[in-house]
């Protein structure tokens, strides 16, 4: 049964999620100044006159900013690329946005009307492999605001007093809108996923909820199935990966239903998710209808987009990822489970493919990178490119077995030796002396030792009990601390009882 | 001489300079004696940095003058209004909001300057956030005009053409927004431009309206006013709206003669109602001395004129609510102490801060971009905007420049408007239309009325500084006006 707690579906209601995504742009300095994005950096060094607001500073666009949304426009089949779009200033007041007014895109965004495609899962409405498109309204480029540090109280309200890091302000940000076309939570999650994995193809974003490169808003509202006008929606933020994204949707989606079967009416609000309690939080009273006077931004001019900009950035665009998935499956013949966990890291797929160029059967090095691999990675919280594997030593190791130098059992002791030292499979086997024994006069001698040591199990197996043999394998294996070759120990005892 | 060193013309200094006749450390001291002397009947400056400026001024000579390495402005006092960013040096847009801010950075326009190896005297005082037409805005003290100390000097620069008039610079800088370089170079006598919109960086200006602000020179006379040009113009990285093309040597276009400027047109609608007589008379005479100098004279109409002043009141303040929004007692500046919470803070801070005239321009700003309101003021002035710019255009068809009066009065009396924000606003009608064009136009001295100085405006089309300097050089030749000092 693949129906999630999350997932409820109901039969009288249908759900209608739209995400609002801001993704930190992978540029080395700010949007309007040349301070760096660097983070994790001590507060308030990488600020600068611009990005602090000071009197008189005026903002010059990173062009590099401008590339990067168009690369991921389109990525994302934006048909309308715009121009001569505009900045404005959305202007609100608060401590961590030094100018009190955010620039960003309001009436002309960089680019319109495009589309993502997922493939459906049958977690919710929709058969599994069903392909789906999720509509994308807009791309549009802003400047991220700073970060408060509230001392004595989680927020500004009742702390004794708050301090302001600006090291973020000015941090490109590019805020990707959908159309209300996602119909249940594990489409919505199955989108982000997807849009994630474009994104760092594309080097525009390295796309990690967990860290805030990538953040998730979502608009949630339920109708009567048949209905073609939307319910209230409200706005559910503070999910940390796409998983709480899914619990967070579904929970809100469940609480809507509860309220409406109670009679009770949805209020338009924001509403934070809470992870320990699984529960969305009403944050109205913190809210106020804010009126953002948007107009257009007089101090910059409009970011240009010509059509030999985009022929180069189009260029620029490789593989993406769902292509990649299915050329994988297709020609490399590896499973598609194996391909989606490849794919989701482009290095690991940079890896993988330098090293299928170089070996006649991809599939066996598709294993060992989900299998071995993989949980090394994620045990130590690293990248391929953090560890000292090649992809020349792995098809080494490989080789090792083929020849029948060592057995899988050793081989996956060997790969993470390689995985820390970057020596060579060879000199590891030969420096421990865990090459299998497959020379028969070797294993006859230690074979012989154990029917010795074991009459009981010998006679069981005499006596017709083939489990026995199982035993005294293991016996052997035991003895030569897991070297001796199997094949050959089987075929040995056989012939020597 | 040396104790009239203040009263010469930076190109006659640059003559004296060049030749070892006298040295910067001779005429900074002397400027600063004449600041002793009249600043406590003018009341020019907010800040004065002397021992800096000597400092530079002794920095120069041992390294520029003596060497003979001299650009226009190597050696010679200047002083900046203060909204131009000093680092280290008190910039307050005379605000008590700013009373006490440092600037981490030099603005462009002063770091040019500088780097000519001009001398900083100070700052300027000017109407609070440049919100005025009189000075009398300023959060500290109003300045006087040194023609009469009883009237005003104009505004929103009135410190900066104050200060030129009673010889306590040799030239400054200043900003217009709406006319606030020029009416006060009307109002003092002197020689006071705004250029095209983007020919000057803004980097560094504290921003009252950003598509309207431009940085100019206030100077004794035409040459002068060329010679700063010269040095504060040109593309700035920094500033996206500057414009991205080499400018000329605007000296070289003072030929004394008209050349290429067959046709100036009149503005009809600034020379009817509203115009005192004896400022049309003097806007007249000028055309007169235009004809004798070989220019065709043609009457242009500029229909959209009547709206100009509406579609700025809401252009203008609509652009200030956002760019004062940052003066919150957050980052710099003054914070109201003994708030609770944040929100008291901001309205504490802002209502002790900003003076009454600021506040009413955030308000009517803020009220003109509410939502339900966008469209029908900003929105609206925006596309009279568009409209004005076509009647410019029409004209420049026609003609190869505009002349119109400066500001439809001489410089009035302390106090006669301050209690009447509308007629103030009125004295700028025939200098807001240009920053609405972003077109470039100078102001220079063309006669007197009740003792006060007239100003005529030259107006040209997009870039084309050269032809109005052309133009109001050749009118200086031909005329006397810019050789009457203030005598204070």
């Not at chain 2, 006013?225 to 996206?240: E, H, K, R, V, W």
């Amino acid at each position: 049964m693949k129906s999630p707690k999350s997932d409820i579906q109901s039969q009288k209601f249908e759900t209608v999620i739209g995400l609002e995504i801001h993704a930190q742009l992978l540029c080395d300095s700010k949007i309007f100044c040349d301070c760096s994005t660097k983070f994790g950096n001590e507060p308030n060094t990488n600020i600068c006159p611009i990005c602090t607001g000071q009197p008189g500073v005026l903002p010059k666009l990173n062009r590099k900013v401008v590339e990067f949304a168009v690369k991921a426009s389109l990525a994302l089949n934006m048909q309308k690329i715009i121009g001569e779009s505009i900045f404005a200033r959305k202007q609100y007041f608060y401590p961590d946005l030094p100018k009190d007014f955010q620039i960003s895109q309001y009436k002309e965004p960089l680019a319109e009307n495009g589309w993502l495609e997922i493939e459906l899962d049958g977690q919710g409405p929709g058969e599994p492999g069903q392909a789906k498109k999720i509509g994308i309204t807009r791309v549009h480029l802003e400047e991220d605001a700073g970060k408060l540090v509230h001392v004595g109280s989680d927020r500004i309200a009742g702390s004794t007093c708050s301090l302001v890091d600006f090291n973020r302000t000015g941090v490109p940000l590019m805020e990707i809108v959908s159309e209300p076309d996602i119909r249940s939570p594990r489409e919505a999650q199955l989108y982000v996923q997807e849009l994630a994995a474009i994104l760092r193809y594309l080097g525009v974003c390295d796309a990690k909820m967990e860290e805030g490169s990538l953040r998730v808003d979502g608009n949630v509202s339920i109708r009567p199935f048949g209905q073609k006008e939307f319910g209230t929606k409200t706005e559910v933020k503070n999910m940390n990966s796409t998983k709480a994204l899914k619990d967070a949707l579904a929970a809100e989606v469940a609480r809507q239903i509860k309220a409406l079967e109670n009679g009770e009416k949805i209020i338009q609000e924001t509403r934070h998710y809470d992870e320990k309690t699984g529960k969305t939080i009403s944050l109205r009273s913190k809210e106020e209808a804010h009126d953002y006077r948007y107009f257009p931004e007089p101090d910059l001019v409009p970011i240009v987009v010509t059509d030999e900009m985009m022929v180069e950035i189009k260029k620029s665009i490789g593989e993406l990822p769902q292509a990649k998935i299915k050329r994988y499956v297709e020609e490399l013949k590896i499973s598609g489970e194996a391909a989606d966990t490849i794919v989701a890291d482009p290095l690991l797929a940079e890896f993988f493919e330098a090293g299928a160029r170089q070996f006649d059967r991809p599939w066996i090095l598709a294993n060992w990178l989900v299998g071995s691999v993989a949980a090394y990675l994620n045990e130590k919280k690293v990248g391929i490119r953090q560890t000292k594997l090649t992809p020349e030593n792995l098809i080494n190791l490989v080789r090792q077995i083929d020849t029948g130098a060592i057995s899988n059992k050793i081989a996956k002791e060997v790969i993470i030796k390689i995985l820390e030292t970057g020596e060579a499979a060879e000199e590891i086997i030969k420096a421990s002396g865990v090459t299998q024994i497959s020379s028969e006069a070797e294993l006859a001698k230690i074979i012989k030792d154990v029917i010795k040591k074991n009459p009981q199990s010998v006679a069981d197996y005499q006596a017709g009990k083939k489990a026995a043999l199982g035993f005294l394998v293991g016996q052997v294996m035991k003895a030569t601390q897991g070297r001796a070759n199997p094949a050959m120990v089987n075929t040995l005892l056989k012939k020597t009882l | 001489m040396a104790n009239e060193l203040y009263s010469l013309t930076i190109h006659e200094l640059h003559e004296l300079l060049k030749n070892k006749k006298v040295s910067s450390q001779e005429i900074v001291n002397a400027v600063y004696g004449r600041i002793e002397t009249v600043e406590k009947s003018v009341q020019a400056y907010l800040t004065l940095i002397k021992e800096r400026a000597l400092e530079k001024a002794r920095e120069v000579d041992d390294h520029l003058v003596n060497a003979g390495i001299l650009t226009p402005l190597t050696g010679i006092p200047l002083g900046l209004k203060d909204n131009l960013c000093t680092r280290g040096v008190k910039t307050t847009c005379a605000s008590k909001i700013l009373e006490n801010y440092l600037p981490p950075y030099d603005a462009t326009v002063v770091n040019k300057l500088e780097h000519a190896g001009a001398v900083i005297l100070g700052k300027l005082n000017m109407d609070e956030f440049a919100m005025g037409s009189s000075c009398e805005n300023s959060g500290f003290f109003p300045t006087r005009n040194p023609w009469n100390i009883e009237t005003v000097p104009g505004g929103s620069s009135g410190g900066s053409a104050a200060a030129v008039a009673a010889g306590e610079a040799i030239a400054t800088l200043g900003s217009d927004t709406g006319g606030s370089i020029r009416q006060p170079a009307s109002f003092c006598g002197v020689v006071g431009m705004k250029p095209t919109y983007g020919r000057v960086s803004r980097y560094g200006l504290v921003a009252f309206a950003s598509s309207l602000d431009q940085i100019g020179p206030l100077t004794q006379d035409v040459t002068d006013c060329a010679i700063m040009l010269n040095a504060i113009c040109g593309y700035d990285p920094y500033d996206s709206t500057s414009i991205n093309q080499p400018a000329p040597d605007y000296t070289k276009s003072l030929s004394g003669k008209l050349d290429e400027i067959k046709t100036v047109g009149v503005i009809q609608e600034l020379l009817g109602d509203g115009i005192a007589p004896e400022i049309k008379k003097a806007v007249e005479d000028a055309v007169k001395v235009f004809e004798k100098l070989g220019a065709k004279i043609k009457m242009v109409s500029l229909p959209s004129f009547e709206y100009a002043l509406a579609c700025y009141y809401l252009i203008a303040t609509a652009e200030a609510s956002s760019n004062l929004a940052r003066f919150d007692g957050v980052k710099f500046g003054h914070r109201s102490a003994n708030s609770p919470d944040l929100l008291s803070m901001y309205y504490n801070t802002r209502r002790e801060g900003f003076g009454p005239e600021v506040k009413r321009r955030i308000m009517l700003g803020t009220y003109a971009l509410s939502a339900g309101y966008y469209d029908a003021y900003y929105l609206k002035a925006q596309k009279i905007r568009t409209l004005i710019k076509r009647d410019f255009d029409a004209a420049f068809h026609e003609v190869d420049l505009l002349i119109s009066p400066t500001s439809p009065t001489v410089a009035f009396k302390i106090g006669e408007k301050s209690g009447d924000p509308l007629s103030m606003y009125l004295s700028d009608i025939a200098t807001i239309p240009i920053n609405l064009a972003g077109i470039p136009a100078i102001s220079l001295p063309c006669g007197f009325a009740q003792g006060l100085p007239i100003g005529l405006q030259l107006i040209g089309n997009v870039l084309e500084e050269e032809k109005i300097l052309k133009a109001a050089f050749a009118y200086e030749q031909a005329t006397a006006w810019h050789q009457e000092k203030a005598k204070i």
